[in-house]
């Protein structure tokens, strides 16, 4: 293995050795297990606490700062295993064989290759829009083309385009009887209804799985370019899917250090629990709407300066502070006027979010080998993270997030800040299609409560009696 990247091995094995020291060996895990619904839990606003789903995709151990994907450790598949390897196991629940992972890249790679997408993007106005509504758009183009796909492949099969019934719901495999309300405790009671597998739909499925998977990186890259006045390019069919994402969007085949970072980094933003917008996508999809709505979803709620736009805004606040020493001076400022401090602080993690501690050290190695601009900004980073850990860390358990080191990552890869949270989209695309696919097997279209607080049987006064103020 080439010297650099035994070196980022070595780093994360080291990060691994460090996490379980810190919590003194192994987790004692907490959320876990079959649920016997209906379950009972402390429901505090915006669902906190809520149990909407048994999953066997991800596990988050926010107390102990943990994270599996599938049973595996975050650390090991970031050491050992690639993206393809990591999006493989998300979607089928098991590590591919070798034979396995030639034919899953093979799919990703080719999936790559979408200029009919491509083409209808640049008909919008996609420099004038954000790029994560850019990529929004892009999955409703995608499954446009996705459709006309199979559309074509079951009229060549079957060579009698009238017997072929075209919906949606046929073709994502995603159909579940309804339940009427009265029926509710008995359901809960029913616990798993796993639908027979319908092996082409599933096939279906998981192709459209691979074809958003890839195309958001393709898109992502393109839309980037576009912005820049440049021309989208072609993916090269030789390279892995982190080098090809980096390629298209930066038009430089990367080095192999540069390669294994954009990897660990979509292998660290593939999963991550019932986060917001994984929720987002499966709520969506228990509607029974499609795939790609379901993905639109999670883009939308990604978007967010609470979720996945905070890494941009982490860059820009590095930014605005002037120097390293300027920091103390700086945190005093933001503290008083009670600001948030970007990249910081979790709904789960009450502790070191392990994503960080695993970019964190990738930081370092790739700033040492970036310009004197690069080690400014990590070291006013790194000033800043033990400002708010001897503070914020002690008093409220609010340490750095995946977003604090992600930003450094990704400038220093050559992507631009405003497509930071679209890469964290591409990333996390995995995981929300594994999620999506996972909860249809036994879909119930939510339907939580809201409490209502407002007034009732109010007096309707009609519009030329209202006063200005009533
Ligand atoms: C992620 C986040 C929304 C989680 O929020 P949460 O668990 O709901 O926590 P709350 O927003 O209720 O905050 C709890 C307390 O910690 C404080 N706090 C939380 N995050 C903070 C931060 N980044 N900087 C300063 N204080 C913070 C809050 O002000 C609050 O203090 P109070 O109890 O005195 O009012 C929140 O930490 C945040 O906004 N972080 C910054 C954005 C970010 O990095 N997002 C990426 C997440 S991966």
Redesign the pocket.
Known sequence: MDKELKQIQDLIIGASIQAQKDRHGAISPAFVGRVDWPAECTVGPGLEGAIACETEIGYVNGTQGALYYRGYRIYDLCAYANYEQVAYLLLKGKLPTPKQLTNFSRKLTENLFMPKVIRSLIGFDVEKMSPMASLNLATTVMKQYFDDSIMDQKKAQKNNSDDFIGTDEDSMGMETLPFGEQKAVYEFDAKKKKRKVDEDKEKETFSACCHLISGLATCAAAISRIRQGLMPLDPDKNLSFAANYLYMMTGKRPTAVEEKIMDVSLILHADHGMNASTFASIVVASTLSDLYASIGAGISALKG???GG?NEQ?LNMLDGIESPEAVAEWYKNATRK??????????VYKTY?PRAKILGPLAHFMTDYAGPDAKKTLQIAKNLENE?VST?GKS?G?YP????YSGIVYKALGIPSEMFTPTFAVARCSGWTARVVEYLATNRIFRPRAIYTGDLDREYIPIEERRKQQ
């Open positions: 300066p609470l979720h905070a982490v009670k600001e948030k401090i970007m990249g910081f602080g979790h709904r979010d708010v914020l409220k609010i997030n995946v977003d604090f």
